[in-house]
């Protein structure tokens, strides 16, 4: 298929009445058969996407496309979208079978169809076997599957889930995520998914979305976002990290803790402000006079697979690391590091800025 784009956001904006916008000009592609997930903390903007895409409220400016048509005033009913809600929105009063049917019954389907159609849809979600069942004798991550084959029984082109696994507990939420994955695999059907949890995120998506406050931050593969974070904003959400001021010297060379590092980014100003970030596991712990940098350990803690570390170094930066080898607190020790395990950041760049600066300094660098 040429055109794999099925969902376009043009420079969205929606404001409710005359307070500042929720969102800020948003822009993005949504392409065929993958599952997204839209990542940022609370009231940032992610439900107001979700509805903006399934036709219940319409931009304030901007254009919505789907398949290349521009359907900003499209009602949900005429768009090929399905949303599973947060709170699932079962029907008590009927049983499993009768919730799967439902918007079947109402597009007048023949009955002999819709047998076999809710039947595979409970086949796929492994609930075969529980058409007669009542909603309220159903666990929590049986709802979450009737919500699911209620939502591909209509063999929609792009299912939305709306935070559908925050009401589990931490075992079955795990369970339900690689379930979640496996079926949209099997299904090649688009998932757009909402969480505010970073790992979950991480685990489930071919391609994440950061948002704060109405705008996206950075947008690529869980590796691209979590290797290469944009800014502190992105660093800081996604995992642990450290984080420190530094100046950039040249092109490969920074500046922190009182000394120079080799590192593997340029199109930097020369001596120009900015932040480093280092990720805990990246952070080799060595004797204080093998080690790049040395550090005073302050305290540490044992998580099951690893030791969390956290101490100074002579400069009064705090570094956090992640070894499998133990500390004694109070000691000095060193600690060793890739130049590529340095990322720096320009603060509070955003993704299109950082584009446009790469594409600058590959322009400059072609003329020299
Ligand atoms: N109908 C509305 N009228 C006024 N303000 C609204 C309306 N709907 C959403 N908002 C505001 O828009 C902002 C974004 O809301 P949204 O529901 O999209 O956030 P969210 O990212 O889904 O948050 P959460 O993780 O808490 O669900 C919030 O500040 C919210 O109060
Ligand atoms: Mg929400």
Redesign the pocket.
Known sequence: MENQTIIRFENVTKQ??A?PP?LNGVSFEIERGKFYTLL??????????LRLIAGFMEPTAGDVFFNGKRVNHVPANKRQVNTVFQDYALFPHLNVFENVAFGLRIKKMKKAEIDQKVKEALRFVNLDGYEDREINEMSGGQRQRVAIARAIVNEPEVILLD?PLSALDLKLRTEMQYELRELQRRLGITFIF?T?DQEEALAMSDEIFV?NEGSIQQSGTPTDIYDEPINRFVADFIGESNIVEAKMIQDFLVEFGGQQFECVDQGLQKNESVEVVIRPEDLEITSPQQGKLVVKVDSQLFRGVHYEICGYDDAGNEWLVHSTKKAIVGDRIGLDFDPEAIHVMRFDETEEDFDKRLESYQEGTKHE
Do not use: A, M, Q, R
Request: net charge negative.
């Open positions: 409710f009445d307070n929720v940022g903390p609370s009231g940032c903007g992610k439900t107001t996407i935070e909402v505010h948002l």
